[in-house]
């Protein structure tokens, strides 16, 4: 009885103390930073802010585009030892009246370490401009007129957005920040998704505030259809009974510092207004050594082209971490709906249009799952031997538009990550004239855009509702550090051999691994007919058995661009035409299409960088992976979109001297 008492009380104590543990992490947004990596914190925005103040040079018409860390160079972070100090400085992109300006602060310091104009670039979009553009554009003369031709004079529940888009589609705006698009009515519905207006396309200067154009191609029915699902009634499925995640230990992992320690993993997590989670300094306890794997990883990019030829479609190339950033692309999870009982949240900081930070609640969530399935497995001689695993998952949900992207980065005891991609949200409908598809007009093979059938760009989700045709490509930009910052990356490619006469067989298939020695021999697609394995070795360490250790990267499903090279939203989301790049590390290499892709012509960037086919080989090197899938949309995806889930797996390869999850316990 004595030892239970002592049981109880131990876990209650842990209980307690873990109550405080949440709303520490969010508290250390307001400490000073820890480590060279950390996000930014709200005393440094402050500081960034009252710097660019006390320039002088900024006034009512600057706007604060972007403020992000600028991570100090990567070998002062390798040798960075706890109370070193710390170099911290900030990135900003400055927009007045059009013109771009860089700043640079050393924050420490409290002062300014540079200033520079940029031409021919255009910063993120901010989001007063959609509010203010919106305005400006429901109020033009023209506008209302056209407005009215469709029955719609009221126009409380009319909302415009113009768009960016680059200047491929309109060359001689080139220089001019241009928005063009169109509105919706969302008369009847709690949102403007699925009530677009169509015929209806303007064309707007942003900075002149003025209306350039406006077409009308003449009305067509805005969509009626029921769109409402935040009213959807939660109904209980036969059967279904309560299910519960608990921990009544606490969780199992430990946060010291700002990093996350996890059985044998070791690694550190920011949340980045542009790119969300950033993964850093990841690393394995063999039980001998802590051994490196991953300097950095993260989301680098999101191209989302959609495959329509209209006028008011054909500009909707959406470039969208980097386009849309400002204010940050990560928005609040949700308990139990998005993270499980037994999660611990992450606040972040962003910072609003005048570079003051913003405090997001529970940004990301971190927590340990089992899923039932075994660690391995092997049944003999009537018996079973097996150990049964457990996960730890760090998610976050970016939120761009009407989609929303959750993002996981999923530890496994085995020394693997698998990162996932579950995109859900609302797609993107056209209001059509007619209800329903015409299938004997598709099954014609009809391709004149001229004589298509109105679901010809897309599938029918509701009556005179198409879903549009679109991609969905993200590049993820992989730090690998395989036990050192020297790798070499080897394709393992696997080829048919024939056999003689004399064997049993007419053929095997057989490795032969292919040694990149530059950028252009890395440029990697899938291919079934042609496999190949993806392999970062270190060539100056070799394990028992003689092999050079590496890690893997093993793709999931995949896609490719189908559009054209010279097609110019290509050009801009020019990373999409590779699953895998790799290139060597530059600090300044960030985002796969550049640091301004809005409105670019795709002269930034991974299709850019690699022109120069620089040397490769057992050198500090990064890897690009290209996750991708096209959608074509179906009922089922309306009106709102079940999630689907995407991910690839960086695991260990020659790294480990046998299975590193052979001594599991018994129980997860």
Sequence with gaps: MEGKLKTDRCRTQILFLWSFLAPAVALAQTQAPAHPLDALKTQEYWTVYEVLQGTGRIDKDTYTASVLLHEPAKDKVLAWKDGDPIQREADVILLRKGHVTEARIDIAG??????????????????????????????????????????????????????????????????????????????????????????????????????????????????????????????????????????????????AGGEVRWQNWRFRVRLDPRVGPVINLVRFDDGTNLRSILYEGSLSELFVPYMDPAAGWATRIFIDAGEFFQGGVLRPLREVADCPANATYFDGLVPDEHGIPVLRSREACLYEFSSGAPAWRHFEKEEISSRPSRTLVLRSAAVIGNYDYLLDWRFEQDGSIHVAVGATGIIETKGVTAKKANHDHAMSGASEVSEAAPDEFGHFVAENTVGVNHDHFLSFRLDLDVDGQNNSFIAHRLKQRQLPASTHRKSIWVAEPFRARTERDAMMDIHLERPAMWVFENPNVRGPLGYATGYEIMPGHAAASLLDPEDGAQRVGAFSSHQLWVTPYRADELYAAGVYPTASKGDDGLAAWTKANRPIENTDIVAWYTLGFHHMPRAEDWPVMPVMWHEFVIRPFNFFPQNPVLTLPNAP
């Design 110 to 255: 409290r002062k300014l370490e540079s200033w520079q104009e940029r031409k021919g670039v255009q910063a993120p979009i901010l989001e007063s401009e959609f509010k203010d553009l919106g305005e400006l554009v429901k109020n033009d003369p023209r506008v209302v007129d056209a407005l009215a031709k469709r029955g719609i004079k009221d126009l409380t529940t009319v909302e415009c957005v113009p768009l960016p888009f680059g200047y491929f589609a309109i060359p001689e705006l080139e220089g001019h920040r241009i928005m063009y698009g169109g509105c919706a009515d969302h008369r009847g519905a709690y949102l403007t998704w699925g009530r677009s207006i169509e015929g209806l396309l303007v064309k707007v200067d942003a900075v002149e505030k003025k209306v350039l154009d406006v077409t009308d191609e003449g009305p067509v029915p805005v969509p009626t259809s029921p769109i409402n699902f935040q009213e959807a009634a939660s109904i209980p499925r036969p059967g279904t009974t309560p299910l519960a995640v608990t921990q009544p230990l606490g969780p199992g992992f430990q946060l």
